[in-house]
């Protein structure tokens, strides 16, 4: 996996366990690779998945079966349109009307251009 400097790389594996769990690859409760396995096959440190693990556990993407390993949650696709949706409105909404304003682009204009894309 290549990964991108902008963003934490435990974040960027939690975008693509995400990624996976949408395509449908890892349906709700479906047990995921340990740490350990997953670490490997995206050749990266266990601290590292295991942190991405705990970060989809936290938003309730992810559940714990003590004993059985890590499984989708009940509702994880829902939970994790909510995760992207908050994430749109506090990074990348603020980027964008920075460079709305830098370049001198009004809301109307991006409705128009919405619009024109729509047809």
């Given at each position: 996996m290549e990964f991108k400097s902008h963003k934490?790389?435990?974040?960027q594996i939690a975008d693509l366990i995400c990624n996976d769990i949408l395509a449908g690859?890892?349906?709700?409760?479906?047990?995921?690779p340990s740490v350990r396995e997953y670490a490997a096959q995206v050749e990266v440190n266990?601290?590292?998945?295991?942190?991405?693990?705990?970060?989809?556990?936290?938003?309730?993407?992810?559940s714990v079966r003590r004993g059985l390993g890590n499984y989708v949650a009940t509702g994880a696709k829902r939970g994790i349109g909510e995760v992207r949706r908050q994430e749109f409105f506090s990074e990348q909404l603020p980027e964008l009307f920075t460079n709305m304003q830098t370049l001198g682009?009004?809301?109307?204009?991006?409705?128009?251009?919405y619009?024109?894309?729509q047809s």
């Open positions: 934490a790389i435990y974040l690859r890892y349906p709700e409760d479906t047990r995921l266990v601290n590292t998945v295991a942190r991405s693990f705990e970060w989809l556990q936290q938003h309730d993407i992810l682009i009004t809301i109307q204009d991006v409705v128009e251009q619009h024109q894309t």
